[in-house]
């Protein structure tokens, strides 16, 4: 069949819309004209809302991974002590990167598949004066769980230490108050929610992290955020950056603001609840509970051995692309991703090909169908 | 006029194809898929005839710069002695990243505008025997210096330190002989001569480079090497990939590829002859002697005040772009960049805008247009 058809349900890179895509394909420019230096701060003015926050946003040219190495790099000298709250592959990042900058890395961490618990957090703190800062993964997306970032920050707001949130895999699918959450800093990227491509990474910096920033000695150059700072006082960046991305996230931005942060919110939690129903309907257990169900991302721990050749059989024989387990659960799990351009109709056809695979014609889209019509209210 | 008919004429980024931009505006994939596995690979393996080398090569989701950083990061340890050989902004950026990561640097600083002498490096390493690696630059784009990397590595050939070579600006425009040369690293970046759009970087690297890897402990993570070359042995990355640069950068290969790289050197060989003598025939000082001259940036330097003013007439009134000076430069040369995908023609216009914006109606061309008729040997 067309290999440029296959359904892209894997947790990011998530498909690009046609605009978006037509966007970023636009004629090349001088990152240090006029032009371009307007439509890049115009797009770094329109992530505040999306980021929920008055804080200054930085775009990198680089994976997620570069903001959260950026973070960690501006803001943790050597022997920092800090507290990573990690259930699972993204929270662990968090911890190989701050004991990559030589931090004294605390790690709270939680059975992969549950949430963290706010309270926990914050007697840790109360335990271990010394944190400096927490960081926290909003939706791990190797389990599929939504972690509390509301209840954290209110936990451990009254702790002089930093709140550090990756939030790849949820800004502008789920909702995330930055500020009225007390979040120092969020790290995302554009190839999830944002529905670009990836190879730009985002950073928002309260003012207490850019004082602290200025008391760190970790070596860094590439991601030193003091001088992305200096050079957007210009609407510049130090180094030439992605433009064709620039030129596609603005369209993007088109379309998330065209629909609404609301909406997209609902839309994600309405792909969510038919995605659980069907894969329950077909009696494969889910990994995470309702509780901390992602909006983006579900994974789903069937009690068949060959789980890879599941995944592969579903892309070559039926045109969907899933993603297997990471880190322990390889092998395990499967995950289905359905964030940014993505519909009720596509999880439909998502677990059309599932149930088809299995034999089992009809049931997950029929109770999937039937979550959906309930929320359209038709 | 149309804002998407500016001749860029800056030393990068570069005009990208038609064809390049379209398949950059490919749909998106699994980046852990096979096909874009074997894409990936298929890329890498078509750059080492464009880097002259059968060294791995590496392809980072970042600026040129981020692979300058990749190569110090794993490359030198805190305390080596290092010594860069600089005679303008880009060398003074090596020696910027080292000083980043607490090296001890040892410059050996050239006037800007000229050429690096191979025996001064050797010398000075016979006089520093302590000397772990050479940072070199091979087009110095801020003052339109080629350097003679061949020569310094004939020079430094037998001292055991690291050969390591900035090509963002040459490679792929201007022979650059990797393993006939000794270079342990080199760096690169899609922008420029690849003609693909910013956001990729590329780092190819020695045995014996990989070999100094293991033993090196400066902070890293996203730009850790080790890690790319372990995933690599599986053809992934080990963060989510700029897909779409790959996509573009594959069919910038079919281009390079048709052309052919002896083909392409002479033609940049040809743009820049060009451009010199149509600048000299307007009696306009250039910055650099024929013997540094760069095939791919020449730098003028007017005796009139308001160079910038100069630059922003041409973009505004005449529909070129030019760049300004950089550093210690600044408001004192401008910049006509000629890589990539760039012709005679596209010479002829800017010559053509430089002329009229002085008065000197017909004079620059006319002196590039006789260049021209004899290479052709019309």
Redesign the interface.
């Known amino acids: 069949m067309f ?2 058809r ?1 359904q ?1 349900r ?1 947790p ?5 819309p046609h605009k978006v ?2 966007a ?10 006029p ?1 371009f230096k307007s439509q890049l701060a115009n797009i770094l003015e329109r992530l505040k809302p999306v980021f929920q926050t008055e804080n200054t946003i930085i775009g990198l ?6 903001a ?2 950026a973070a ?2 501006n803001l943790i000298n050597p022997n920092d002590s800090v507290l990573v709250l990690s259930g699972g592959v993204f929270g662990d990042r968090w911890a ?2 701050c004991r ?3 931090a004294d890395v605390h790690v709270l961490e939680y059975p992969w598949g549950e949430g963290i618990a706010p309270e926990a957090a914050a007697d840790y703190l109360r335990r271990h004066s010394h944190i400096k800062a927490v960081f926290a993964t909003h939706n791990e997306s190797s389990t599929g769980v939504l972690n509390d970032i509301a209840g954290i920050g209110a936990a451990i707001a009254d702790f002089d230490c930093l709140y550090i949130v990756d939030a790849v895999s949820s800004l502008g699918g789920v909702d995330l108050k930055t500020d009225e959450w007390g979040i120092d800093v969020v790290c995302t ?1 554009s ?1 999830k929610c944002l529905m670009a ?3 730009l990474a985002f950073i928002s910096i309260s003012n207490r992290a850019k004082e602290r920033m200025k008391a760190v000695s ?7 955020l003091q001088s992305y700072l200096e050079m957007l006082e210009r609407s510049e960046t ?8 620039f030129y596609a996230l603005e369209e993007a931005l088109n379309i998330i603001e065209a629909e609404g942060l609301e909406q997209i919110f609902s839309r994600h939690l309405l792909m969510r609840d038919m995605v659980r129903a069907g894969i329950s309907a077909l009696g494969l257990p889910l990994l995470v509970a309702d509780q901390w169900a992602s909006p983006t991302v579900t994974a789903v721990k069937p009690d068949f051995d060959d789980v890879s050749g599941f995944v592969a059989s579903l ?1 070559d024989d039926f045109g969907v ?1 899933l ?1 297997g387990g990471q880190g322990r659960l390889a092998g395990r799990v499967f995950r289905i991703g359905h964030m940014g351009y993505a519909t009720p109709l596509d999880m439909l056809t998502t677990l059309a090909a599932i149930e088809t695979k299995l034999g089992r014609f009809g049931q997950a889209t029929a109770a999937a169908e039937q979550v959906w019509l309930q929320t359209v209210g038709g």
Chains 1, 2 share one sequence.
């Open positions: 290999s440029d296959k892209l894997i990011g890179p998530t498909p690009v895509l037509a970023g394909a636009g004629p090349m420019a001088n990152h240090r004209g032009d040219t680089g994976s997620g991974t570069s959260m190495e960690v790099a190989q990167i990559a900058f030589q990227a190839q491509p990836p190879g970790s070596p860094r150059f590439y991601l030193d130090p180094y030439t950056p992605n433009i064709s991305h892309r692309e993603a």
